[in-house]
C-alpha cells in the first residue's frame, strides 16, 4: 500500500481570525477547515480576537474558533504605537501626526507588524513552512508575510481582499502620500509570487495597472457559507426588507479632511440608509394601508440612526449574529437592502461578501449605487436605484417597495456561486503547485467555468 503524501505546511499570516466576527475572518476560517483534507497543513500567525473587535468594532462569535481545532495557532498582541510616531501620535494634533507618519499611522494594526515577523519566522521554521499566505486587511499582514518569505526564501501569496489604494474608507494626508502607498503596493505585487483578487473588476484594474506582474494574479472570489434551505418562503407580514451587516458611514471629521486625498469619492462611503427610509416614507404616504404592515429587519451594530425608520415601519433589530444565523433571519425577509460604496475612477470597487449571499439567498435587492461587479454578481435580483437628486432616488425607492407590496411573497431565485469550500480547494491548488515549483492554474471562475451550487 502507498504511504500517504505528506501535507505541505503553509504559515497563513491574518491579524483578524475566529473567534472574531466579519467577513474577511470566514475567508481564513474556510481555509484552515478545508485545507488539511486537501494535502495542506495550515498553520496561522494571527492576533487575539480582542485587538480585531477593540479596532473594528466586529463581535466576538463564541464557538466560531472550532475551525482552529487542531491547527497550530500563534496570537501575537498589537502594541502601542512607540518611536517617533507614538511620540507625535500623543504629543502634536492628530494633523500633524497624520501627515509626518502616514504608514505608521494608516490603520491601528501597523504596530503589530514588528513583532509579528519575529514570531512568523520562528513558526514558519517551527512547522517547516513551504508557502507563506497572508490575507488582508490590515495591509499590515502583507508587510509581515513578504518579509517573512524574503527572510526564509519561501513563495509568498499575497491575499488581497479589498484594492490597497482604492479601498472603501481610506485617506491620504495629501496626493504625495497616496503616490508613495501606490509605490508600496506596486513592490508587493512585484515580490509576490501569487496575488489573489477576489473580484475580476479589481483584476483587471490591477493588471493594467501592474502589467509586467500581471501573470501573478488570480481571481479568487468569496464563497457563500451555510445557507438556508432555498426553497423558505418568506412568511407574512406583507412586506419585510432586511439588511446585514455594518453601514460604514462615520460621523463627519475634522475640519481639516477637507484637505485629505481620497481619490475621485465622495465625502462619504455612501453605505447607509438613509434613502433607503426617504423611500419608505414616501412609499406609506401613497400606500397609507401599509402603515404598521412594513418591516425592517437588522442584523448587526447598528445605532439608533440606522434603526429611526419612518413612522409607520415596524424595526426588528436583531443585534450582532454568528453569520449562519444572521443569513437565516435574512431568509425571512421579501427583500434585502444593500447600498453600494462609492466606487472610485476605476470603478474596480470589491465585491462584498453579503452580495454573494444575497444572491445565493435568491431575494430581490434594492441596490442604492452605480452598476458594477456586485450588481453583475446580482443579475436579476438586483433592483438598483441610481445616485443622483435626493428627491429623484427616494421616488425610485419608493415605486420598487410598491411593486413588492403588490407582488407578495415570492419563491426565492438563488443564483450559484462557489462555496467556501470550493474556494479553499481553488486556494489550495495554487499552494500545492508553488510548493511543487509549477505554475499555478488559471483563474477557476472564469465565464463558462461550472461553480458549485447549494444542495
Known amino acids: 500500500m502507498a504511504a500517504a503524501p505528506v501535507p505541505v505546511p503553509v504559515l497563513v499570516i491574518a491579524h483578524q481570525s475566529p473567534p472574531l466576527g466579519g467577513p474577511g475572518v470566514r475567508r481564513v476560517a474556510s481555509w484552515m477547515r478545508a485545507w488539511p483534507a486537501l494535502g495542506i497543513e495550515p498553520a496561522l500567525l494571527t492576533a487575539p480576537a480582542e485587538d480585531g473587535a477593540r479596532f473594528h468594532g466586529y463581535a466576538l462569535v463564541p464557538g466560531s474558533d472550532a475551525a482552529l481545532d487542531g491547527r497550530r495557532v500563534v496570537r501575537v498582541p498589537t502594541p502601542g504605537l512607540g518611536?517617533?510616531?507614538?511620540?507625535?501620535?500623543?504629543?502634536?494634533?492628530?494633523?500633524?501626526?497624520w501627515t509626518l507618519c502616514p504608514r505608521a499611522l494608516r490603520e491601528p494594526e501597523t504596530p503589530w507588524g514588528a513583532p509579528a515577523i519575529a514570531a512568523g519566522l520562528a513558526l514558519a521554521r517551527e512547522v517547516g513552512a513551504r508557502v507563506i499566505v497572508s490575507s488582508s486587511q490590515p495591509y499590515e499582514a502583507h508587510a509581515v508575510g513578504r518579509a517573512v518569505a524574503r527572510r526564509l526564501r519561501l513563495p509568498w501569496v499575497a491575499d488581497f481582499r479589498d484594492p490597497m489604494t482604492e479601498a472603501e474608507g481610506r485617506w491620504w494626508p495629501s496626493r504625495l502620500h497616496w503616490w508613495a502607498e501606490r509605490r508600496e503596493e506596486r513592490r508587493w505585487f512585484a515580490d509576490a509570487d501569487l496575488v489573489w483578487a477576489t473580484a475580476e473588476a479589481a483584476?483587471?484594474?490591477?493588471?493594467?495597472?501592474?502589467?509586467a506582474h500581471a501573470h501573478h494574479l488570480r481571481v479568487r472570489r468569496n464563497g457563500v457559507g451555510a445557507l438556508p434551505p432555498a426553497d423558505a418562503a418568506p412568511p407574512p407580514?406583507?412586506?419585510?426588507i432586511g439588511h446585514v451587516g455594518r453601514f460604514t458611514d462615520t460621523a463627519a471629521g475634522s475640519r481639516l479632511r477637507r484637505f485629505d486625498f481620497r481619490p475621485g469619492r465622495e465625502a462619504g462611503t455612501g453605505s447607509h440608509p438613509r434613502t433607503l427610509f426617504d423611500g419608505l416614507a414616501r412609499f406609506l404616504a401613497r400606500r397609507p394601508e401599509a402603515r404598521g404592515r412594513v418591516t425592517w429587519v437588522t442584523v448587526g451594530p447598528h445605532g439608533p440612526a440606522d434603526l429611526a425608520a419612518p413612522a409607520g415601519v415596524v424595526v426588528e433589530a436583531h443585534g450582532v449574529r454568528p453569520n449562519a444565523e444572521a443569513l437565516s433571519i435574512a431568509a425571512t425577509c421579501h427583500a434585502l437592502f444593500l447600498p453600494l460604496t462609492v466606487p472610485p475612477p476605476s470603478g474596480s470597487q470589491f465585491v462584498q461578501q453579503k452580495v454573494y449571499e444575497y444572491a445565493a439567498l435568491g431575494r430581490p435587492v434594492v441596490v442604492i449605487g452605480e452598476a458594477n461587479e456586485a450588481t453583475d454578481v446580482l443579475g436579476p435580483l438586483a433592483a438598483r436605484v441610481p445616485r443622483g437628486d435626493a428627491a429623484a432616488m427616494a421616488d425610485d425607492v419608493a415605486a420598487i417597495l410598491a411593486t413588492l407590496w403588490a407582488s407578495g411573497p415570492r419563491a426565492p431565485a438563488p443564483r450559484p456561486f462557489p462555496t467556501q469550500a470550493d474556494v479553499a480547494a481553488a486556494c489550495a491548488e495554487d499552494l500545492l503547485a508553488l510548493a511543487a515549483g509549477r505554475p499555478p492554474p488559471a483563474d477557476h471562475d472564469r465565464p463558462g467555468v461550472p461553480v458549485a451550487t447549494r444542495a
Open 83 to 97: 518611536g517617533f510616531a507614538g511620540w507625535l501620535a500623543r504629543t502634536a494634533p492628530p494633523r500633524v501626526a
Open 203 to 211: 483584476a483587471a484594474r490591477w493588471r493594467a495597472r501592474f502589467a
Open 237 to 240: 407580514p406583507p412586506l419585510r
